[in-house]
């Protein structure tokens, strides 16, 4: 998990002062999620150019609460790992990528398949295919679960189309947490100050910490209260998103 925020970290340009160090750290780094790097990072910095809109492309928690809404939110929940690989790897870069963007991340594929396809093979000629296998694929599952938590938790029911600040979600959880996820919890100044590292994030948050009372933008304590919140609530749709923002307004103001 710590690895994964880290390769987002270059997304931004932020892990290292060069930004090939970026690019080769991030490239390596999502291997095992078998995506391109430059496909997450194109999609993540138009998720932050337009945070909580239309045309955010991370906004799939919000549809109009039909069935096909229903079947891609707990879809997601379960194995958002595979459905990130597609995403990722054919369905954003198929829409977005033409001329150099396209080569670089069908370079980047063909690269993440002739390392397996190398892994594997000596793994095979050693007779322990199966035990490689599973050392990669289960914790690709373990761990993608608690991504899918984490990505719904950070946007899921924050006020639509209101900015990066009121937004997103912080959420102090515990010092363990935090540290797997190098601060990422701490979201809402990631979404504003993206420039910010990782390790300065929690001093961020303090000096933001007004602001973010003043825009009555939401800190929960728990990850798994508000993926467990959502389940129970579903797919949002903007009525839906409008009415529960109005009725947290007039509890805080009391």
Known sequence: MGIMTFMHECTHNVLFKAKWKNWAFGTFAIIPMFISFTSFKEDHLIHHRHNRTQKDPDAFTMGKREIGDYIL??????????????QFTFIFPVQKFRGVKALIHWTEIALHITLMVAVFYWASNQSIASEVFAIWFWPLIFFGFFNSIRFVAEHYGTPWSSGQLAGTRTIISNPINSWFWNNINYHIGHHVYPAVPWYNLQKLHALMLPEIERQNAIIDKSYFSVFLNAMIRGPESLEQNKKLNAARVVVNSF
């Open 73 to 86: 939110f707990y879809a997601y929940a379960l194995v958002g790992v595979f459905l990130t690989a597609i």
